[in-house]
C-alpha cells in the first residue's frame, strides 16, 4: 500500500472550514483514498474515501488532485466535536483488506 | 453504517490471568475481522487479520500463542490474551470488512485492557 504523508496537528476555529492535506504521490492505480478519524478513546470512524473523483457526503469532502498524488479533506464547518486524529489511507479496493494507521493529524477545533 | 459491538468495553485483570475479548457484527456478515492494539499517544497497529472458518494471520512480532483469536462465525471474533502482564496493558480495537463488500472497515469501540 502506498504510503501516507499527513502534518502533525492543525488547528481550526469552531464554525470555519478545516481542510486537511495528505500526499500520496506513490499512489497507484488501484488504490483508493480512506479516511478515517478517532476522537479520544473510541474506534476509528469511516469520512469518505474516493479513487479519482471529489466524493462529498454528510460528513466531508474528498479533493483528490487530478495526479492523485495528494488530497484534501474538507469538513465545511467544523465543531468542537470534530477534535480527533484524522488518517489518510491509500489501498487497494478489495474485501479483506486491513488498513494500516499512520500518525495522522490530530485536528483541534477551538471555540 | 454498519455496526461492529465490543465486548467489554473497559477490564482490569491481574497479572497472569487470561483475558477474552468478543467483536460482534450486528448487522452484517464479516468475512475478515482484524485486531488492532494502540499505545497512548500512538497509532493503531495492526495485530492479526481473522479470517471465519481459518486461522488467524499474525503481524510480525506478535506472539499467536499469547493472543489467541477466534473467528467461530460470520458474526463473532475473539481474542483472548493468555497469561496477562502489564505491558500488555492497551487499548485493543476490533474493525470488521462487510462480506462480498469493499474494504470500508467498521470499527468496535475498543477495549481498555489494565494488568495490575
Known amino acids: 500500500d502506498a504510503k501516507t504523508t499527513q502534518p502533525t496537528s492543525m488547528d481550526c476555529a469552531e464554525g470555519r472550514a478545516a481542510n486537511l492535506p495528505c500526499n500520496h504521490s506513490?499512489?497507484?492505480?488501484?488504490?483508493?483514498v480512506y479516511w478515517y478519524r478517532q476522537i479520544h478513546s473510541q474506534g476509528p470512524q469511516y469520512i469518505i474515501h474516493?479513487?479519482?473523483n471529489n466524493e462529498t457526503n454528510e460528513m466531508a469532502s474528498l479533493i483528490i488532485t487530478e495526479d492523485r498524488k495528494s488530497s484534501t479533506l474538507i469538513l465545511p464547518h467544523a465543531t468542537l466535536r470534530d477534535t480527533a486524529v484524522y488518517y489518510c489511507?491509500?489501498?487497494?479496493?478489495?474485501?479483506?483488506?486491513?488498513?494500516?494507521f499512520g500518525k495522522g493529524t490530530t485536528l483541534s477545533v477551538s471555540s | 453504517g454498519a455496526v461492529v459491538s465490543q465486548h467489554p468495553s473497559w477490564v482490569i485483570c491481574k497479572s497472569g490471568t487470561s483475558v477474552k475479548i468478543e467483536c460482534r457484527s450486528l448487522?452484517?456478515?464479516?468475512?475478515?475481522m482484524f485486531w488492532y492494539r494502540q499505545f497512548p499517544k500512538q497509532s493503531l497497529m495492526l495485530m492479526a487479520t481473522?479470517?471465519?472458518?481459518?486461522?488467524?494471520?499474525?503481524e510480525q512480532g506478535v506472539e499467536k500463542d499469547k493472543f489467541l483469536i477466534n473467528h467461530a462465525s460470520l458474526t463473532l471474533s475473539t481474542l483472548t490474551v493468555t497469561s496477562a502482564h502489564p505491558e500488555d496493558s492497551s487499548f485493543y480495537i476490533c474493525?470488521?470488512?462487510?462480506?462480498?463488500?469493499?474494504?470500508?472497515?467498521?470499527f468496535g469501540q475498543g477495549t481498555r485492557l489494565t494488568v495490575v
Open positions: 474493525s470488521a470488512s462487510v462480506r462480498g463488500g469493499n474494504t470500508e472497515a467498521f
Open positions: 506513490t499512489i497507484s492505480g488501484n488504490e483508493y
Open positions: 474516493g479513487l479519482k
Open positions: 489511507i491509500a489501498l487497494a479496493n478489495q474485501a479483506g483488506t486491513a488498513l494500516i
Open positions: 448487522d452484517f456478515q464479516a468475512t475478515t
Open positions: 481473522s479470517n471465519e472458518g481459518s486461522k488467524a494471520t499474525y
